[in-house]
């Protein structure tokens, strides 16, 4: 590279705002989900003493991430993260509701453990409970690497910004993506492909609502489109699979698609050729 572009580089980093890596504050996810839940922990905890300094040392290294962005937090560092701390408890309920949730709904979950363990749903969920809360606190810039964190890991795009209930179930979630303004009720389960999105992606919408409003006990299958801000899948209602939805739909709706797939037979010709694999 020529000196004048690596001087060019100099100045861009030379004047960047957030020095710490992405890779600590994903540490620092994986640290609390760690601290939360024996099934993801790296070591034991031999006595309350031991976890209590285990959880300072996460406050810690919160304050210092936040403090390398404190000119544009709304307060100081050390107050976003004691209020973090402090949702803990609440995140933890929350997490062991959807865990159940996941567990009962799936008849191939053996145990809220093995959903905990292993469950790429319960994973991007969770991340995106502690984002939400940082969300709420008008953080900037760490709720998206974490929830982007969680996406790269699972596949599963969920925005900080939504406003998902309890019991919240993603069975497989490969593909799934929850826009910024989606409001989702309790017990909901979506299932992999389901995009809850907008219908446009104008900048002057940025502060509108335009993702859809989801109920409570709404089952939302594979590939299903539900879009647009005004948009209101009403409580008890199926979707199924494939489903594009523009339109609200009442309670206890049942909205499918169904595709026309022909199949015909013919007499094996005789100069077919039979293999295996």
Request: glycine share 6%; with cysteine; hydrophobic share 40%.
């Given at each position: 590279?020529?000196?004048?572009?690596?001087?060019?580089?100099f100045?861009?980093?030379h004047?960047?705002k957030h020095?710490?890596?992405?890779?600590?504050?994903?540490?620092?996810?994986e640290?609390v989900?760690?601290l939360?839940?024996?099934?993801?922990?790296?070591v034991?905890?031999?006595?309350v003493?031991?976890?209590?300094?285990?959880s300072?040392?996460l406050?810690?290294?919160?304050?210092?991430?936040?403090?390398?962005m404190?000119?544009?937090l709304?307060?100081?560092p050390?107050?976003?993260a004691e209020k973090m701390?402090?949702e803990?408890?609440?995140?933890y309920?929350?997490?062991?509701m959807?865990a159940?949730?996941?567990?009962a709904?799936?008849?191939?979950?053996?145990?809220?453990?093995?959903?905990?363990?292993?469950?790429?749903?319960?994973?991007?969920v969770?991340?995106?409970r502690?984002?939400?809360?940082?969300?709420?606190?008008?953080?900037?810039?760490?709720?998206?690497?974490?929830?982007?964190?969680a996406?790269?890991?699972?596949?599963?795009?969920?925005h900080?910004?939504a406003?998902?209930?309890?019991?919240?179930?993603?069975?497989?979630?490969?593909?799934v993506?929850?826009?910024e303004?989606?409001?989702?009720g309790?017990?909901v389960?979506?299932?992999?492909?389901?995009?809850?999105?907008?219908?446009?992606?104008?900048?002057?919408?940025?502060?509108i609502?335009?993702?859809?409003?989801i109920?409570?006990?709404?089952?939302i299958?594979?590939?299903?489109?539900?879009?647009?801000?005004?948009?209101?899948?009403?409580a008890?209602?199926?979707?199924?699979g494939?489903?594009?939805?523009?339109?609200s739909v009442?309670?206890?709706?049942?909205v499918y698609?169904?595709?026309?797939?022909?199949?015909r037979?013919?007499?094996e010709?005789?100069?077919?050729?039979n293999?295996?694999?």
């Amino acid at each position: 590279m020529n000196s004048q572009f690596l001087s060019t580089l100099f100045r861009s980093h030379h004047r960047a705002k957030h020095q710490v890596p992405a890779s600590a504050m994903c540490q620092l996810v994986e640290g609390v989900l760690q601290l939360l839940f024996p099934p993801l922990a790296d070591v034991r905890f031999e006595t309350v003493e031991e976890l209590e300094k285990y959880s300072n040392n996460l406050k810690v290294n919160m304050m210092r991430i936040l403090t390398s962005m404190e000119q544009d937090l709304p307060m100081r560092p050390e107050e976003v993260a004691e209020k973090m701390m402090q949702e803990l408890p609440h995140i933890y309920e929350l997490l062991l509701m959807d865990a159940e949730a996941i567990a009962a709904g799936d008849p191939a979950a053996q145990s809220r453990e093995e959903v905990i363990r292993t469950y790429p749903g319960f994973k991007a969920v969770a991340i995106y409970r502690m984002a939400h809360v940082l969300y709420r606190l008008r953080v900037p810039l760490l709720p998206r690497v974490l929830t982007e964190y969680a996406h790269a890991l699972t596949g599963i795009d969920i925005h900080p910004g939504a406003q998902i209930g309890t019991h919240f179930c993603i069975d497989h979630g490969t593909g799934v993506v929850i826009g910024e303004t989606c409001v989702i009720g309790n017990y909901v389960k979506v299932y992999q492909g389901v995009t809850l999105g907008a219908l446009s992606v104008d900048k002057a919408m940025a502060r509108i609502k335009r993702h859809p409003t989801i109920e409570h006990h709404v089952v939302i299958y594979a590939g299903a489109t539900i879009l647009g801000g005004n948009t209101v899948i009403g409580a008890h209602s199926i979707i199924g699979g494939n489903v594009w939805l523009t339109d609200s739909v009442p309670p206890y709706s049942r909205v499918y698609h169904q595709p026309q797939v022909n199949v015909r037979r013919s007499e094996e010709p005789v100069d077919a050729l039979n293999f295996s694999i």
